[in-house]
C-alpha cells in the first residue's frame, strides 16, 4: 500500500513563494513519474508537473518560468516549488505517484494567493 503525505500548502500574497512536499511510504517501483497537480472548484484536475524515472521534467506552461519540480528519491519525497504565485494559481494541490500498478494521490493541500 502507497501512502502519499502532503505538506508546505498555505495563504501567499501574490509575488510570494511556496514550495510543497510529497513523502512516500510503502512499496515503491522503480518506474515511477512524481507529480503535481491541481484542482479548482467546478474544474478538471490539471498537471502542474511531474519528473519521470529518468529525471525528465514537465511544466504546464501556466508555470513555466515560475514552477520547478524536484525529487530526492533517498527520502522519496519529491518538491514543487512555486515563485511569483499569482491569484489564478489558488487551488487545491495534489501529489501523484504513477508507476506500474496504478496510480497513487496524496489527500491534497490548499494554496490560496491573496491579491
Known amino acids: 500500500q502507497v501512502q502519499l503525505q502532503e505538506s508546505g500548502g498555505g495563504l501567499v500574497q501574490a509575488g510570494g513563494s511556496l514550495r510543497l512536499s510529497c513523502a512516500a511510504s510503502?512499496?515503491?517501483?522503480?518506474?515511477?513519474?512524481m507529480g503535481w497537480y491541481r484542482q479548482t472548484p467546478g474544474k478538471e484536475r490539471e498537471l502542474v508537473a511531474n519528473?519521470?524515472?529518468?529525471?525528465?521534467?514537465r511544466i504546464a506552461d501556466f508555470g513555466k518560468g515560475r514552477f520547478t519540480i524536484s525529487r530526492d528519491t533517498s527520502k522519496r519525497t519529491w518538491y514543487l516549488q512555486m515563485n511569483s504565485l499569482e491569484p489564478e494559481d489558488t487551488a487545491v494541490y495534489y501529489c501523484?505517484?504513477?508507476?506500474?500498478?496504478?496510480?497513487?494521490w496524496g489527500q491534497g493541500t490548499q494554496v490560496t494567493v491573496s491579491s
Open positions: 510503502g512499496t515503491i517501483f522503480r518506474l515511477t513519474t
Open positions: 519528473i519521470a524515472n529518468g529525471g525528465i521534467t
Open positions: 501523484s505517484l504513477s508507476m506500474p500498478g496504478g496510480r497513487y
